[in-house]
C-alpha cells in the first residue's frame, strides 16, 4: 500500500488534478523559482499540509523536497506517469532503508 497505491493516488490527486488544474492559471504558469513553477510550489506547500494529518510536523516538512522534484517532472513531461514511478521509487527506497 505504502509504496504503490499511496504514491499513485496522491499523484493523481495533487500532481495530476490540483497541479494540472493550477497551470492552467497565469500565476500557475509562472516560474517563481528557476525551473519551479508556482503551480508546483502551491501543490508541494498542499502536499506537505496533507501529510500534516499523519505525521509529525518536522516529518510533513520534510516532503517538500521530493514533493518539488515530483511536480517538477510533471510539469517538464506535462504528464504525472513520471512523478507517479519517482514516488513508488522515492517510497520504496525509503521504506527499505528505515523499516527493514
Not at 499523484?11 to 488544474?21: I, V
Not at 508541494?44 to 517538500?64: D, E, G, R
Request: hydrophobic share 55%; with cysteine.
Amino acid at each position: 500500500m505504502l509504496c504503490l497505491v499511496y504514491p499513485v493516488v496522491e499523484e493523481l490527486a495533487f500532481r495530476g488534478a490540483l497541479q494540472g488544474w493550477l497551470f492552467r492559471y497565469r500565476a500557475g504558469k509562472a516560474f517563481l523559482i528557476t525551473g519551479l513553477s508556482g503551480a508546483n510550489i502551491l501543490t508541494s506547500c498542499l502536499f506537505v499540509v496533507a501529510h500534516l494529518f499523519y505525521h509529525p510536523p518536522v516529518w510533513a516538512l520534510l516532503v517538500i523536497g521530493p514533493s518539488l522534484v515530483f511536480g517538477w517532472f510533471r510539469d517538464r513531461y506535462q504528464s504525472v506517469v513520471p512523478a507517479i514511478l519517482l514516488h513508488i521509487l522515492y517510497n520504496s527506497g525509503y521504506f527499505l532503508l528505515f523499516l527493514t
